[in-house]
């Protein structure tokens, strides 16, 4: 049986940055909540292969697996937990600059 | 210290030149990423978790006080304000913008500083005793031949693609200090029949095989050393395993083949690469030796040393813990503690390496170390300094009084920071280093060595760590795994695993139930961690650490 896909967000570091972005519906956004939500497979396929190659914007692009928590995506794993709100051990980068 | 010749800075101006061209190109699109990412290694640039990284070679962790306040400005200015001191005695930013790293680049460059080969399948930055030129214990000092393997090495046309990286430690002293067991060559230095040499120790590493170190020379004349040290890498440059990144470093390479028969492949090759070398690497060495001249050590009186001792306590405490015996009559040498409770291992801010500039310039003839712990070293302050010192230090954060204490913890950046961790090891350092701060007994525990790894590759060199932590992702959760007994000096050993992982709420507990056993066991407050470890063995620290197998063993 075909494993079920979860929904999934683009994600990659930003070039001249090189902090943690993710793909709206528009272009880029540097926080999680605004990601867009890909639900269906070959869309996020898609939607990956067009942020690959914008080689004057991203580095890295991948799929990174989201739960939703009502309709706002959140990260499955701790790895996707630290990219979205930076470095845990005091309080500096991301979840500083994002307030 | 070394001061870079017309040669040095000529050569450090045309490659801060090129990588500046080279971003230039990434940046317009002319470059892929692809294309551009070994250019960047090459310059130390790495793009981990949430930025870029730069990481810049401390030579043998030697500075002077010019070179850290030149750090403290590129931290200020393109940074967040601080940089991390590695266990490879190095730094690394932690937040530059890839657009400004040529800058940073030149900025270094004015104070003989560079990112070369700080990453990369090359020969890395040559480590040494942080102790070196000041060490009561000393041999000879191995700056002048860690600065030289340096030169031999940078560039070096056969050493740029090898099958991995490649890392060299020199100790001077019969007490190693710097992990030279553990390094892909290990160099210590001795004398013979009034001969200089090297004991050549090849073969060490730590990251996921951790192998220590086998003798491949037991004296090797100092003439000798680097077509000796060129027919080794040599070598392995040839015969290294190239199929699989995990079996490609030497270690391996001595494992496989045996030590024996390496060393007959390099006695074959040395033959070769004797022939190559002249004379002109001895001639060079003894040009080296005189910028390592050391200090006009002066004299004079130690009273103010005494009298501080004896009536304030905080100094006294301080004292006991973080000098060391040096070589010179009225000398100590300084460990200054990167590692106050709760803080981050290894970083300073702006001010604090300024203030470390400042002091070294008062009081340490100019000379500042960093060492594989961490920590920075004020190597030559005179004991009658040693009051106004400690006073200087207390106003910016920087005289705690913990040097090999428990919460003295090496840390590797991990999954705050590192694009490679399986988990977090700094937050792991900072609660161990609360907790027991908290209770005030670290200083009747005694002599401690914790070293954490947030993943395989051990960084945190938790194999030879007397408590080592790897962190590691199982099925998506933190999850911190124990060694015990590991030992990093010249009795290095690699540490007994003692058995499942503890969760990021469990391993503190963990850690104080170790502590707990160890002064039960231990005869008298004399005998360390590790003297108890080695007499008890793992069984009563594995009781403690898993009373739930023993209830159910009965």
Redesign the interface.
């Known amino acids: 049986m075909p494993k079920t896909f979860t929904p999934k967000v683009v994600t990659a570091n930003h070039l001249l940055k090189g902090d943690v972005i993710y793909q709206t519906a528009t272009g880029w956004s540097r926080r999680l909540d605004e990601a867009e939500v890909l639900t269906d497979e070959a869309d996020a396929d898609l939607r990956l292969i067009e942020a690959s190659q914008q080689v004057d914007v991203v580095v890295g692009a991948y799929l990174a697996d989201i739960a939703l928590e009502n309709g706002i995506p959140a990260p499955t794993h701790f790895r996707e937990d630290f990219r979205a709100t930076g470095p845990s051990n005091y309080a500096h980068g991301k979840q500083v600059e994002l307030g | 210290m070394y001061s870079y010749s017309q040669f040095d800075t000529d050569f450090l101006a045309t490659r801060n030149a090129q990588f500046r061209a080279q971003v230039e190109r ?4 002319n470059l ?2 692809d294309e551009f990412k070994p250019l960047r290694l090459m310059n130390g640039l790495y ?6 990284m730069l990481r810049v070679a401390i030579p043998y962790g030697t500075l002077n006080s010019r070179q850290m306040r030149k750090l403290a400005e590129i931290g200020d200015r393109w940074d ?1 304000g601080y940089g991390h001191f590695t266990t490879r005695q190095n730094i690394q930013f932690n ?5 400004d790293v040529p800058d940073m680049l030149d900025a270094l460059a004015e104070v003989g500083m560079h990112a070369i080969q700080t990453s990369g399948n090359t020969i890395r930055n040559v480590t040494a005793d942080h102790f070196a030129g000041a060490a009561a214990d000393e041999i000879a000092d191995p700056r002048p031949v860690a600065e030289l393997l340096r030169q031999w090495s940078t560039d070096h046309p056969e050493f740029q693609f090898m099958p991995r990286k490649f890392k060299i430690a020199v100790t001077g002293s019969p007490n190693d200090r710097a992990v030279t067991k553990a390094h892909d060559i290990g160099l210590r230095m001795l004398q013979r029949d009034g001969q200089n040499g090297y004991e050549v120790i090849v073969g060490g590493g730590l990251g996921r095989t951790p192998m220590i170190g086998k003798v491949i020379n037991d004296f090797l004349p100092e003439a000798d050393l680097l077509p000796y040290l060129e027919a080794i890498v040599s070598v392995w440059n040839q015969i290294g395993r190239r199929d699989n990144k995990y079996k490609a470093r030497i270690k391996i390479t001595v494992h496989e083949h045996g030590i024996d028969e390496i060393r007959r492949l390099v006695e074959d090759r040395f033959v070769e690469t004797r022939k190559t070398f002249t004379g002109v690497d001895v001639q060079m060495l003894r040009e080296i030796e005189a910028h390592f001249a050391a200090p006009d050590f002066v004299k004079k009186s130690e009273a103010p040393f005494k009298d501080a001792y004896h009536k304030d306590p905080v100094f006294r405490s301080w004292a006991d813990t973080n000098l060391t015996a040096h070589r010179a009559e009225g000398y100590k040498i300084v460990s200054i503690s990167l590692k106050k409770h709760g803080e ?1 291992p290894g970083d300073a801010t702006g001010d604090q390496m300024r203030l470390m500039a400042d002091l070294a310039e008062t009081y340490g003839h100019d000379e500042l170390r960093i060492s594989h712990e961490q920590n920075v070293i004020l190597p030559h302050v005179h004991v009658s300094d040693l009051p106004s010192l400690h006073a200087a230090l207390q106003k910016d954060g920087l005289a705690t009084a913990n040097i090999g204490l428990i919460s003295d913890i090496i840390a590797c950046p991990g ?3 590192c694009a490679l961790a399986t988990a ?1 090891s ?2 792991i350092a ?1 609660e161990i280093a609360t907790a027991f701060d908290d209770i005030k007994r670290e200083h009747d525990i005694g002599a401690l060595k914790i070293k954490i790894s947030g993943c395989i590759n051990a960084c945190g060199h938790h194999h030879v760590g007397h408590i080592g932590i790897l962190g590691l ?1 199982r099925a ?3 999850n911190y795994q124990i060694t015990l007994g590991g030992d990093h000096t010249e009795a290095a050993r690699v540490g007994d695993r003692v058995g499942p992982g503890f969760s990021a709420d469990e391993i503190v507990p963990a850690v104080e139930r170790i502590v707990d056993t160890y002064l039960d066991l231990r005869t008298d407050a004399d005998e360390t961690f590790d003297i108890t470890y080695q007499r008890t063995g793992l069984a009563p620290f594995k009781a403690a650490l898993y009373p739930e197998t023993k209830v159910a063993a009965e």
């Not at chain 2, 990434?26 to 699109?29: K, L, N, Q």
């Not at chain 2, 793009?47 to 870029?52: D, M, N, P, T």
């Not at chain 2, 937040?95 to 657009?99: A, F, G, N, R, T």
């Open positions: 990434r940046i317009a699109g892929t990423e793009l981990q978790l949430h930025a870029y967040k937040w530059p913008e890839l657009k981050t999954m705050d920071y977090r700094i937050p900072q992702d998506g959760v933190e």
